[in-house]
Nanobody, 121 residues
């Protein structure tokens, strides 16, 4: 079992910055990709950014150039630096981790509990 705990959400004015962090703990064997999703009111959950254990990244078009994802494999943490925030970035942000219990096991995706980000003046 793997637990993910997010932190860093809050209220920020348009144009401001926030940094989200997520720490994985528990019986960790190997974590492949980690990432961030978000769900805005009345909308489906969408991918914000993802990063592999090798450091390859993928971003939603709406956040490219404004958000940066990073991870520390030794600490099993992933972070999302969000700059130039817009009201449309308002959402609950969820951390995820794709975990394997052995080299031959399938990957199971774990989710954090979510952290609210509100961009408003």
């Amino acid at each position: 079992q793997v637990q993910l705990v997010e932190s860093g959400g809050g209220l920020v004015q348009p144009g401001g910055s926030l940094r989200l962090s997520c720490a994985a703990s528990g019986s960790i064997f190997s974590i492949n990709a980690m990432g961030w999703y978000r769900r805005a009111p009345g909308k489906q959950r969408e991918l914000v950014a993802a990063i592999t254990s090798g450091g390859s990244t993928n971003y939603a078009d709406s956040v490219k150039g404004r958000f940066t994802i990073s991870r520390d494999n030794a600490q099993n943490t992933v972070a999302l630096q969000m700059n130039s925030l817009k009201p449309e970035d308002t959402a609950v942000y969820y951390c995820n981790a794709d975990h394997k219990t052995s080299n031959s096991s399938p990957t199971y995706r774990y989710w954090g509990q979510g952290t609210q980000v509100t961009v408003s003046s």
